[in-house]
């Protein structure tokens, strides 16, 4: 049974969604099992995936958790070979797992940049790459989908973070690319483009000497900009990632669907 009982939309289904520990990959994981779904939470840190899967178990949720970087070929074939031994198929795949280190962009390293195109480009194509035995079934029988979680800032970039900006354009693209390698297996392959949304990666700071969160007048900046007056949750994003995993969204393809109150173009410089 799922957490306070199954809506049934995902009943049957096998999910895998990466970077579940916290933030909006928890959310997702958390609006899929709401479904009915048996999730498959994978996360870099072992502790927090684990307690996450504990969460979702113990409101009665099938759920399996797998540590691993998404970064690494060989951890993601692990995590859904794993996956596919627990629940006996897989169905879904949420690629949500990303991370930021942001910089202006005449100040950063080859590090900085490699390591924002290893998490948030190269893993959505390990993850990709790692599922294509299960999704790519010529008979056709089972609808599968697959829902990468992009950025408006890969569709307007946006300043201090260049290298992110670019990952995530590479994502839309790669959505693109494998929605139309993949529909003749009855795959979709859809994106969805927050806009600003709190998280302990973008909340306000109160110190400014920490990595994470943003300084709290960007914020003020942000806020006053979002034509519904409000940040976005993870919920909100999983609302949106559940659509595009439902049977409802079956005729969809390719497509980005940018989750962001209104806001659009975030020229705002944290």
């Given at each position: 049974?799922?957490?306070?009982?199954s809506t049934g939309e995902f009943d049957g289904r096998v999910a895998i969604v990466t970077?579940?520990?916290r933030g909006i990959g928890l959310a997702i994981a958390r609006r899929l099992a709401a479904g009915g779904a048996a999730v498959c939470l994978?996360?870099?840190d072992d502790d927090a995936v684990q307690a996450a899967q504990r969460e979702l178990a113990d409101a009665g949720a099938r759920a399996f958790a797998v540590s691993g970087s998404v970064a690494d070929p060989d951890d993601c074939r692990a995590a859904v070979e794993a996956a596919a031994a627990e629940f006996g198929d897989l169905h879904i795949l949420v690629n949500n797992a990303g991370l930021t280190d942001d910089v202006m962009l005449h100040r950063m390293t080859d590090a900085q940049w490699n390591l924002v195109q290893d998490v948030n480009l190269r893993?959505?194509?390990?993850?990709?790459?790692?599922?294509?035995?299960?999704?790519?079934?010529?008979?056709?029988?089972?609808a599968?989908?697959?829902?990468?979680?992009?950025?408006?800032?890969?569709?307007?970039g946006t300043v201090g973070n260049a290298n992110y900006s670019a990952a995530k354009a590479g994502v839309l693209a790669l959505t693109r690319s494998a929605a139309r390698e993949w529909a003749p297996f009855n795959v979709t392959?859809?994106?969805?483009?927050?806009?600003y949304v709190q998280t302990r990666l973008t909340a306000p700071r109160s110190d400014p000497k920490e990595r994470l969160g943003f300084p709290p007048e960007a914020v003020e900046a942000i806020l006053a900009k979002i034509p519904v007056g409000r940040a976005g949750t993870p919920?909100?994003?999983?609302?949106?990632?559940a659509f595009l995993?439902?049977?409802?969204?079956?005729?969809?393809?390719?497509?980005?669907?940018?989750?962001n109150g209104g806001l659009g173009d975030l020229q705002i410089a944290v």
């Amino acid at each position: 049974m799922a957490p306070g009982g199954s809506t049934g939309e995902f009943d049957g289904r096998v999910a895998i969604v990466t970077g579940a520990a916290r933030g909006i990959g928890l959310a997702i994981a958390r609006r899929l099992a709401a479904g009915g779904a048996a999730v498959c939470l994978t996360d870099l840190d072992d502790d927090a995936v684990q307690a996450a899967q504990r969460e979702l178990a113990d409101a009665g949720a099938r759920a399996f958790a797998v540590s691993g970087s998404v970064a690494d070929p060989d951890d993601c074939r692990a995590a859904v070979e794993a996956a596919a031994a627990e629940f006996g198929d897989l169905h879904i795949l949420v690629n949500n797992a990303g991370l930021t280190d942001d910089v202006m962009l005449h100040r950063m390293t080859d590090a900085q940049w490699n390591l924002v195109q290893d998490v948030n480009l190269r893993g959505t194509f390990n993850m990709l790459r790692a599922v294509a035995p299960w999704f790519r079934d010529r008979e056709r029988k089972v609808a599968r989908r697959v829902v990468n979680v992009g950025s408006a800032a890969g569709i307007y970039g946006t300043v201090g973070n260049a290298n992110y900006s670019a990952a995530k354009a590479g994502v839309l693209a790669l959505t693109r690319s494998a929605a139309r390698e993949w529909a003749p297996f009855n795959v979709t392959v859809n994106a969805v483009a927050p806009g600003y949304v709190q998280t302990r990666l973008t909340a306000p700071r109160s110190d400014p000497k920490e990595r994470l969160g943003f300084p709290p007048e960007a914020v003020e900046a942000i806020l006053a900009k979002i034509p519904v007056g409000r940040a976005g949750t993870p919920d909100d994003i999983a609302h949106a990632v559940a659509f595009l995993c439902s049977p409802l969204s079956g005729y969809i393809t390719g497509e980005t669907l940018e989750v962001n109150g209104g806001l659009g173009d975030l020229q705002i410089a944290v």
